[in-house]
């Protein structure tokens, strides 16, 4: 894995994460009883953005740890997971 194969590899888990991470401890304006003017029932009363991106950094950091170790160590690779055997490693004929 190259600098920017990693690069990619954390911005791709951090958004997935922080998506997952949204929706933990919702509470809508209407379950909050104050709803402002203009905006719909079902918006969130506190979005606690910034705390939720630290949540999703955290779990990315481990994430992107373990797959980036998997990755350069060479414990797995493609080889391994081809369940049909259409691939040939190479120097295999």
Do not use: H
Request: glycine residues 8%.
């Amino acid at each position: 894995m190259n600098l920017t194969g990693g690069i990619v590899l954390f911005a791709t888990l951090w958004f997935l994460t922080f998506f997952c991470v949204l929706p933990v401890r919702f509470k809508s304006q209407a379950e909050a009883g104050e709803v402002v003017p203009g905006t719909p029932a079902s918006a969130p009363a506190d979005a606690m953005i910034a705390k939720k991106a630290q949540i999703t950094t955290a779990i990315t950091v481990v994430l992107w740890s373990i797959i980036a170790w998997v990755v350069l160590t060479g414990q797995f690779s493609i080889y391994d997971i081809d369940l049909a055997g259409r691939l040939q490693a190479p120097g295999q004929d």
